[in-house]
Nanobody, 126 residues
């Protein structure tokens, strides 16, 4: 059974960078799309980015385009989220996810994703 474990969160000043990692310790998700969502207090879980396994195509929410980059290393069973030019509004718990039920049209719907990590906190100070 798949197990997703995130790391790399922390406290950073506005304009700084962080790189999140998500290890698929169960080696179950090398052939499915993977992604990142985030959730801040009082808000719904928000889509951030996703990446296909076969063609490597990437998808981003508009607010992070040009600042965040999702990538994956299938040999290491790991997906990354490089976050640059961070803003206070990026503060949230970031969750790794895998195996959406439908096509990419629905990647931004958290209900479409089957497996989730425990989350890692990212805090951006102004």
């Amino acid at each position: 059974q798949g197990l997703l474990v995130e790391s790399g969160g922390g406290l950073v000043q506005a304009g700084g960078s962080l790189r999140l990692s998500c290890v698929d310790s169960g080696r179950s998700f090398s052939s499915v799309p993977m992604g990142w969502f985030r959730q801040s207090p009082g808000n719904e879980r928000q889509f951030v980015a996703a990446i296909n396994w076969n063609d490597g195509k990437t998808f981003y929410v508009d607010s992070v385009k040009g600042r965040f980059t999702i990538s994956r290393d299938n040999a290491k069973n790991t997906v990354y989220l490089q976050m640059n030019s961070l803003k206070p509004e990026d503060t949230a718990v970031y969750y790794c996810t895998a195996d959406p039920k439908g096509p990419s049209t629905y990647y931004d719907d958290y209900a479409e994703w089957l497996y989730w990590g425990q989350g890692t906190q990212v805090t951006v100070s102004s």
